[in-house]
């Protein structure tokens, strides 16, 4: 397992009988090279102890949430800062919940509410419990949020019960870590890139064309990009949006503006056309600003179409090109127009006349168009944009790989 070779990896472990496992599980991970921090809930402590623990992990042992000396030394955000990845393990049913409810009542909580980085649950209940709709509802929750989850097994459980729900051997979560790392490794030689939010258009020195996006899905697809290995560059019309510092972000204002850092960037292995970029613009801008009159007539002119541009392009057309197709009317029809007009490989489309789903909204709900025949259409039902980002870069790992 030499890809957990230096990898920093926090490891909470939960109150349940299956406690004393995760001791060789970060066994193993010392074993090939990984840097442990470890965090034990109060319930935990009932079943292994911090010193046993610090013993394996070579690493401070946290567990109490307002500690002064923690705090001191490093603080809940700092420490999910720290981490390359979060483990829960063994995940227990009431951990599973509180997650699912978003609730922080305790380091552990407070810590994963926090991070920004991939978090993989272990769970280990009784066969019941895991068998409960609530249980699964929490899950489903858990996985759209992007949570990654290791078992659990069937076979025979402490409390004499035989069934689904006993932790994965440790070797099973050390091997499936060690796997995630060596796909991250290898999405590092993958270059990715995402156009967002709307360009603005000038008619005069103060005013403009433009359009209603945000920006956000866009954002949130380079952010899951770059979460999972990519090397990222985000080129983005206005917006007031933040990004992360792993992320190379090119701001521009006009369509013209946004080509020109496109065709900078290129060549990419992947291109994810998310901008709402204006389909005019003025032909010949005015010096100075228009003053108030009647009627105004502008002279329009059609803007460079990028996606197309990336989609058709001879010698550096990205091995994967994705465009977006806000609709209002006839969704299905346009964006399956759209994919081939265009020679892209996916469109993804949405409904932006609806505002729970539309611009400036934290929701989304769309509809990937493979050229592939072979593949039928998904939809990626509603959810934060940030959950249907995840879902897009899973499945463009898939096909790159």
């Not at 610090?54 to 603080?75: P, R, T, W």
């Not at 920004?116 to 699964?136: C, F, G, Q």
């Not at 069937?154 to 070797?171: F, H, L, N, T, V």
């Not at 080509?259 to 003025?282: G, M, N």
């Amino acid at each position: 397992m030499k890809n957990l070779l230096n990898k920093k990896i926090l490891f909470i472990i939960c109150g349940g009988i299956s406690a004393y496992k995760s001791l060789e599980t970060i066994r193993l991970f010392k074993k090939n090279g990984a840097e442990i921090k470890t965090i034990l809930t109060k319930n935990a402590k009932e079943f292994v102890t911090p010193l046993s623990v610090a013993s394996l992990s070579h690493g401070k042992v946290y567990s109490d949430l307002f500690s002064i000396e923690n705090e001191a030394e490093m603080d809940h955000i700092s420490l999910s800062r720290w981490a390359d990845i979060i483990i829960i393990s063994p995940a227990t049913a009431n951990t599973i919940s509180k997650l699912a409810l978003g609730t922080t009542d305790d380091l552990a909580s407070t810590v994963v509410l926090a991070s920004d980085k991939n978090i993989y649950l272990s769970p280990a209940m009784n066969v019941r419990m895991w068998e409960h709709p609530t249980t699964k509802i929490n899950l489903r929750k858990l996985k759209d949020f992007g949570y990654k989850i290791i078992g659990p097994e069937i076979g025979d459980m402490a409390c004499g019960e035989y069934g689904e729900g006993k932790m994965s051997d440790p070797i099973t979560i050390a091997e499936e870590i060690d796997k995630y790392f060596l796909t991250k490794k290898n999405n590092k030689k993958f270059k990715a890139l995402v156009t967002a939010g709307p360009t603005n258009e000038y008619i005069d020195p103060v005013r403009f064309i433009t359009n209603k996006s945000s920006g956000k899905q866009g954002y949130e697809l380079a952010k899951s990009l770059s979460k999972e290995g990519f090397d990222t560059t985000l080129i983005s019309g206005p917006t007031n949006l933040k990004t992360q510092n792993d992320i190379k972000l090119i701001k521009v204002e006009t369509a013209d503006e946004m080509l020109v850092a496109t065709q900078e960037s290129l060549p990419v292995d992947v291109a994810i056309c998310s901008a709402a970029v204006s389909d005019f613009k003025i032909k010949k801008k005015y010096e100075n600003k228009i003053k108030k009159q009647e009627t105004l007539n502008l002279n329009l002119e059609k803007n460079i179409d990028i996606l197309n541009y990336i989609s058709n392009h001879n010698s550096k057309r990205p091995k994967l090109v994705i465009g977006f197709a806000a609709e209002t009317n006839s969704i299905e029809k346009n964006a399956e127009k759209k994919l081939n007009k265009k020679n892209c490989d996916w469109i993804i489309s949405n409904d932006v006349s609806n505002k729970d789903i539309g611009f400036n909204s934290d929701y989304n709900e769309v509809t990937i168009h493979y050229k592939n025949k072979s593949i039928k259409k998904e939809k990626l039902l509603y959810k934060e944009k940030s959950e249907i980002s995840n879902e897009i870069v899973d499945r463009i790992i898939d096909q790159l790989n």
